[in-house]
């Protein structure tokens, strides 16, 4: 007598097609779900391939520097950090995390020709107060790598906390020529320039 048994059917099919599809579509833009990764991949980072100079690449935690294609490559695991990396990669971990001590031990450690590491340890020693030290390690970083605007930005907060501004600046217009106004790199160090007071040294 009621016919009801048909169309419920067919709502419950389209209703878990639907949810399946929906679910299926989830997976497929998030891949770090379906790897295991516990959150979605991040989307604003920068590509590895676009990077094509070493000191660029390494730049990139997840990224490495392939000697035999002379490319920047995404990095796949922790195997395929040389010794060196591997300790560049804890000393800045501690650096970042405060725990600056430990930071230029583990640094002092790695290659010392690798201006990532004399960057962060000029990093560890102006957060640990040591402004004379870090600004040594800085400078001995951009004699390496004088494109490498970080480095340029600590050295411009290093002179910032030594009170000589007229530096702290000429360090924000070589990042300008480097990278632009809009980098991340001038963006910050303007701001700390902007929030001193004039001091000397």
Known sequence: M?????????????????????????????????????????????????KTTKNSCQALAYCYWS??????????????????????????ILAKTGHYEKAISILKTADQSDPHVLNYLGYSYRKSGDLTTAITYYKAALAIDPDFVLAREYLGEGYVKAGRLDLAKLELEEIGKRCGKGCKEYVELAAVIAGTDTATW
Do not use: D, H, W
């Open 2 to 50: 009621y016919n009801t048994s048909q169309p419920i059917s067919r709502m419950a099919v389209k209703f878990l097609t639907a949810a399946f599809v929906s679910s299926a579509a989830f997976l497929i833009v998030s891949p770090a779900y379906a790897a295991g990764g516990g959150g979605p991949a991040p989307t604003s980072n920068p590509s590895c391939s676009t």
């Open 67 to 92: 000697g035999s294609a002379n490319k920047c490559k995404k990095r796949k695991n922790q195997s395929e950090l040389s010794p060196s990396q591997k300790l560049y990669a804890e000393g800045r």
